[in-house]
């Protein structure tokens, strides 16, 4: 009886300290994946012709280890704009975008819509990336927009980050 409870014993410390080593490895993992931000990255925008009123931007990792791009970007568009473009909630992905050095993400603008209100053709967009919680990271980075500027209504929004184009406009 005694060794069947040194046994099962011995075997619960092993099995913890295993567990303790599998957490302190996925911590590590963790860490060496830094949040995007305009440090870490080069961002470009352009006008694009479908769909119509959008604007794709582009963040493609520069720096030498894996970012991960968190949400949206936080996006001021003009330099007096007073609160960033609203997120395209049903453009969230089921995970998020992990970028190694050299790929990209990409997030849909929408500029302007009939429904919206107001408006100003605006030079500029700042951009901000967020981190894990949501808030912003590093410094703002200010694009100047397409054709010397672009016109946003109240109905301007942002997709989260996407791994293709394609998805960034879909919304």
Not at 129 to 140: I, M, Q, S, V
Request: proline letters at 4%; aromatic letters at 6%; glycine letters at 8%.
């Amino acid at each position: 009886m005694r060794i069947t409870t040194r046994t099962a014993a011995a075997s619960l410390v092993a099995l913890t300290a295993l567990t303790l080593v599998g957490v302190q490895a996925g911590a590590a993992t963790a860490a060496t994946t830094a949040a995007c931000t305009t440090a870490n990255t080069k961002l470009t925008v352009t006008e694009v012709s479908r769909p119509i009123n959008h604007l794709l931007l582009k963040a493609t990792n520069t720096g030498t280890t894996t970012c991960n791009a968190y949400y949206a970007p936080l996006l001021r568009a003009g330099a007096d704009a007073q609160a960033p473009l609203a997120r395209v909630e049903d453009s969230k992905p089921q995970a998020v975008v992990t970028l190694k050095p050299g790929e990209s993400a990409y997030a849909g603008i929408a500029t302007y819509s009939p429904d919206g209100e107001g408006g100003a053709t605006e030079k500029t967009l700042g951009v901000l990336f967020t981190d894990r919680n949501a808030g912003g990271t590093g410094k703002e980075k200010t694009l100047n927009l397409p054709n010397g500027g672009v016109f946003f209504n109240s109905a301007a929004a942002v997709t989260y980050w996407q791994y293709n184009a394609a998805d960034a406009l879909t919304w």
